[in-house]
């Protein structure tokens, strides 16, 4: 598989779990976070899903595509090992879903960020609320892995429901 063959791959898997989620949530209330703005993609398709929620989006900086970048009243910035504690004092277990799109530098990189993030994301999910994942969160409490959409690969993207 070529590196082009992986990023689509990749790119699909999320969009397919995002719709998915979309789909499973209805009309449950409540925001949605976006951790990791990046190129703001993802970002653009949470808004075209859920146009009528608010989603709050987290990342170290702004360097999305300029359509596709968020109020500052909805933008939490900073490191998000000390903004997503904030979030969670300020909007409490209130999301119905987290995606978090957490991978860079290296596989060395990644596990420290997922060591660091992990724990902090299940306080800002309300029970039932939903986590889609470029890692695997298997290993922190209060998240129950849930199947994939049947186009997406085991182990490409990661589904969770909030105990
Ligand atoms: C892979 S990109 C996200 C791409 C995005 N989903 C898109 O569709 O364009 C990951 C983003 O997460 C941010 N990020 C990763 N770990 C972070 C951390 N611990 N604190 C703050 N930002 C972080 C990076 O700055 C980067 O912009």
Redesign the pocket.
């Known amino acids: 598989m070529t590196r082009l063959d992986t990023v689509i791959k990749r790119l699909m898997a999320?969009r397919s779990c995002l719709n998915a989620a979309a789909e499973t949530l209805g009309n449950m209330a409540g925001p949605v976070l976006?951790?990791?703005?990046?190129?703001?993609?993802?970002?653009d398709h949470l808004r075209f899903l859920f146009p009528d929620r608010e989603i709050f989006v987290?990342?170290?900086?702004v360097?999305?595509h300029p359509d596709c970048r968020p109020d500052p009243e909805h933008l939490f910035l900073?490191?998000?090992?000390e903004?997503l504690v904030t979030a969670a004092e300020q909007l409490g277990p209130a999301a119905v879903l987290a995606?978090a799109?957490?991978?860079?530098g290296g596989a060395e990189a990644t596990e420290r960020?997922v060591v660091?993030?992990g724990p902090k994301i299940p306080p800002l999910l309300k029970s039932g609320g939903l986590v889609i994942c470029?890692q695997s969160l298997d290993r922190f409490e209060g998240l129950s892995p849930l199947p994939l959409p049947p186009d997406v690969e085991p182990g490409r993207y990661h589904v969770y429901r909030r105990d």
């Open positions: 999320q976006e951790l990791g703005l990046g190129n703001g993609r993802t970002y987290f990342d170290r900086e360097a999305s900073g490191a998000m090992q903004t995606h799109d957490i991978g860079f960020n660091a993030l470029d």
